[in-house]
């Protein structure tokens, strides 16, 4: 049916809605309580979609801290089996980076490096957790820790007190590596001058300290 026109509705388009809104008669929807609502609906949305992700994020941990738990006892009970093997210990130790407190996680650390002084692989893997771990980190205590490498890692019969372990071939290499390190690190937390230094000195006691030597000892004393 046709539309009557009128004062509100000239050309007779508008449907009678319409042409009673023009006339002030309608009810219009008010547009701050349109946006209102969309925004209610919107937070509850919101709220339901982070509910849920949180639950499936809470879920996800707890399934990845249970999967470490047991490679955790699996490693701990092969320990357990093969107590000289390198190797499983720092298995275990990785395992145990996510499930242990910083301060236990160090002190297990270094009662392993007490108890395989000698060995040069644990040593390059104690200094580079000591270099990462920034719970525990400053640059004072990773230096300390590299003085305390060659002094325990060429402990055979240069260090009689600990007989118990014998060097390991390789030694002096892998201690070549770690010096190599350390001044890496030093270059990277600032201390060029530092790291510049140990070279040259180094390079000195290695081309020099034999005419050294020669020239502090008289020839009937050595």
């Known amino acids: 049916a046709r539309v009557p026109t009128s004062s509100a ?48 994020a809470e879920g996800r941990r707890a399934s990845y801290r249970a999967v470490l738990e047991k490679k955790l006892s699996v490693a701990e009970r092969a320990v357990a089996s093969n107590p000289t093997c390198v190797p499983l210990h720092l298995e275990r130790l990785r395992l145990c980076r996510e499930l242990w407190e910083p301060a236990a996680l160090a002190k297990e650390w270094k009662k392993l490096v007490f108890l395989h002084p000698n060995n040069g692989t644990l040593w390059r893997e104690y200094l580079l957790f000591t270099q990462s771990h920034f719970s525990t980190f400053t640059v004072s205590r990773v230096n300390a820790a590299y003085g305390k490498c060659p002094e325990h890692a060429q402990c055979g019969a240069r260090r009689p007190v600990l007989v118990s372990h014998l060097a390991i071939p390789g030694t002096e290499e892998e201690m070549l590596d770690l010096f190599i390190q350390q001044c890496h690190f030093l270059r990277q937390c600032g201390h060029s001058e530092k790291a510049v230094s140990l070279f040259q000195a180094l390079m000195d006691f290695t081309f020099l300290s034999s005419l050294i030597v020669s020239e502090a000892c008289p020839p009937g004393s050595r």
Not at 28 to 40: L, S
């Open 9 to 56: 509705n000239p050309l007779g388009v508008y449907d009678a809605g319409t042409a009673l809104w023009a006339q002030g008669k309608g009810k219009q929807e008010q547009p701050d309580d349109q946006n209102q609502a969309e925004d209610q609906r919107d937070q509850q949305s919101a709220a339901a979609f982070g509910e849920g992700e949180s639950d499936s």
